[in-house]
């Protein structure tokens, strides 16, 4: 159990454009998600924390208007790069974390973002 | 704030061998739990061991244990027997109790195993 995915894996843009990135708690209901940013060879970056149906609280210097984070249901997160551009480029994982046996948090697969 | 850091940015191992890995932490809370996370190539975040503060019996999963030393706010991850699947990415993180918690991670360790 505990599965996360997200969708897409990798996903190439133009500059200018937006991207949509989803993530999805599978046999657990997510009531806390998270959404990491990591650059090569480094550590993960928290972008922010969202609880279902409540406004992401966004970490210091991440800035909100670029990256949209909705937490509609107990199962899905999105995050959206609005106006991309060139360094956006990066590696997104989520994270969701239920309650109970599920407290925990259990990382998606990743996202592998590449701003033309 | 709590602070993880992970000083050793690299280490090897030969196969079948033990290797250590370092952690120390810096946190004011009394009760928190402590993870051990793994980072294949394939960049997904696999958990590889969890200690809870209040215990005071080291965490073992199989080949891999810690060695928590709460006074000193050491957390150590060993593995032994390494295996070639081993190599990645290692990264300790904390996390204090409360339902709005989140995880603080170290800069992470990469592990190569030497066949």
């Known amino acids: 159990g505990a599965v996360v995915s997200q969708h897409p894996s990798r996903v190439i843009c133009k500059s200018g454009t937006s991207v949509k990135i989803e993530c999805r708690s599978l046999?657990?209901?997510?009531?806390?998600m998270f959404w990491y940013r990591q650059f090569p060879k480094q550590s993960l970056m928290l972008m922010a924390t969202s609880n279902e149906g409540s406004k992401a609280t966004y970490e210091q210097g991440v800035e909100k208007d670029k990256f949209l984070i909705n937490h509609a249901s107990l199962t899905l997160s999105t995050l959206t790069v609005t106006s991309a551009h060139p360094e956006d480029s990066s590696f997104y994982i989520c994270?969701?974390?239920?309650?109970?046996?599920?407290?925990?948090?259990?990382f998606g697969p990743g996202t592998r973002l590449t701003v033309l | 704030a709590q602070t993880v850091t992970q000083s050793q940015p690299e280490m090897s191992v030969q196969e079948a061998e033990t290797v250590t890995l370092s952690c120390t932490y810096d946190t004011s809370e009394s009760d928190y739990y402590l993870f051990w996370y793994k980072q294949p190539p394939s960049r997904q975040m696999i958990l590889v061991i969890r200690?809870?503060?209040?215990?005071?019996q080291n965490a073992t999963e199989n080949r891999f244990s810690v060695n928590f030393q709460k006074a000193a706010k050491s957390f150590s991850l060993k593995i032994s027997d390494s295996q070639l699947g081993d190599a990645a990415m290692y990264f300790c993180a904390y996390r204090r109790t409360g339902a709005n918690s989140k995880l603080t991670f170290g800069k992470g360790i990469t592990l190569s195993v030497r066949p």
């Open positions: 200690q809870e503060a209040y215990k005071q």
């Open positions: 994270s969701a974390r239920g309650q109970g046996a599920y407290n925990e948090q259990f």
């Open positions: 046999d657990f209901q997510a009531t806390t």
